[in-house]
């Protein structure tokens, strides 16, 4: 079965000190339900962005903060497999009701490594 990305979109000034113990309740029970399910696979908050960026001389430097500039920014994500994209669909939906965030969904193309010689 086909493996979904569903990753949830925070503001930029958002403060998870502040979320409510209902939303927190939600996004625990949402996850119980995709355990009882079958579905979830993986699931975790995302903390603050660090970035390796190319420089000209080849190089790479660490910066704080996502690759692009942005006001939302990838605030956790749920590994899912299901049957198609409809069923991440409807599962990303609960996701972004109990989480109260945007929610992205994109399918994960596994690409397994060449056997040696």
């Known amino acids: 079965m086909p493996h979904y990305l569903v ?4 503001p930029d000034n958002y403060d998870p000190s502040v979320e409510s113990e209902e939303t927190i309740e939600a996004i ?6 995709m355990i009882a399910a079958g579905v ?3 699931a975790g908050g995302l903390g603050p962005s660090h970035t390796l960026r ?12 996502p690759y692009l500039e942005a006001k939302e ?5 749920w590994i899912l497999e299901c049957a198609n994209l409809d ?14 965030f945007g929610v992205e969904v994109r399918e994960i193309f596994f690409m397994p490594a060449p056997e040696k010689d």
Do not use: I, M
């Open 87 to 100: 069923e991440a669909v409807a599962w990303a939906r609960k996701g972004g009701k109990a989480c109260r």
């Open 54 to 65: 190319p420089q000209p001389n080849g190089e790479l430097l660490l910066t704080d903060g």
């Open 28 to 33: 625990h029970a949402l996850n119980r339900e």
């Open 40 to 42: 979830r696979k993986f």
């Open 7 to 10: 990753s949830g979109y925070l």
């Open 73 to 77: 920014h990838v605030g956790g994500l």
